[in-house]
């Protein structure tokens, strides 16, 4: 038990069709991020949400759309996706403060597009 | 720019074997470093960190890791493994930005281990 929980655990969805991923933390922390990881590719860090306001974006395309509605709750909602956009979607969060603190990571969505 | 450098795609040991998996960074400031460890289906577990202090840190499941700054590498060791040890193994290295933490990963060690 690592404290943060996804859902659900596995999803498959057409390209066509809206759904949206769950993460939620159960640490007290105040920073939560997603992360895409995809076969023989380091983690790509996606989004960060601290004290619920985004401050990282690394160019992720539209078609996913980040919701913070308070510090321990994180959504990813995913619309027209592409197959390649088949991946682990993984959550995490930090207690953010001086110097760098660990993350905890969530076990992960796994998302498949056909 | 910052990076992580994993250069064992993956590595099989016998049970019993000790293991090193190599990581090396590439960061302007400090470092702060970290192993994760990925069971098939899950996310990622922290094995240990670094941050400053004494050079070699211990870790949970006997893991160790020794930070040298001279070779920029961050290399994690088990002295005798276990056949649940198996797993992908992720170093890291931590970077702040806009007062959040963001960790940028190798690309992973995948360990196999035989009986």
């Known amino acids: 038990e690592t404290g943060v929980t996804q859902t659900p655990r596995h999803l498959v969805m057409g390209m066509t069709n809206k759904k949206s991923l769950k993460c939620e933390q159960h640490l007290g922390h105040n920073a939560m991020y997603w992360y895409k990881q995809s076969a023989k590719k380091p983690l790509e860090l996606m989004f960060v949400y601290n004290f619920k306001e985004q401050t990282e974006n690394n160019s992720v395309p539209s078609r996913f759309s980040p919701e913070c509605p308070n510090s321990s709750h994180l959504f990813l909602h995913l619309h027209t996706l592409q197959p390649e956009d088949s991946a682990l979607y993984l959550c995490a969060s930090s207690q953010v403060r001086i110097g760098h603190n660990e993350q905890f990571f969530g076990p992960g969505t796994r998302l498949t597009v056909l | 720019a910052q990076s992580v450098t994993q250069p064992d795609i993956h590595i099989t040991v016998s049970e019993g074997a000790s293991l090193e998996l190599r990581c090396n960074y590439s960061?302007?400031?400090?470092?702060?470093l970290f192993w994760y460890v990925q069971s098939p289906g899950q996310g990622l577990q922290l094995l240990l960190k670094?941050?400053?202090?004494?050079?070699l840190v211990q870790g949970i499941k006997g893991f160790e890791a020794e930070f040298k700054r001279s070779q920029s590498s961050f290399n994690l060791r088990k002295p005798s493994v276990h056949w649940s040890d198996a797993a992908e193994y992720f170093c890291a290295v931590g970077a702040k930005s806009y007062n959040t933490d963001k960790l940028i990963f190798g690309t992973g060690t995948r360990l196999q281990v035989f009986p």
């Open positions: 670094y941050f400053s202090g004494d050079t």
């Open positions: 960061y302007g400031a400090t470092p702060y």
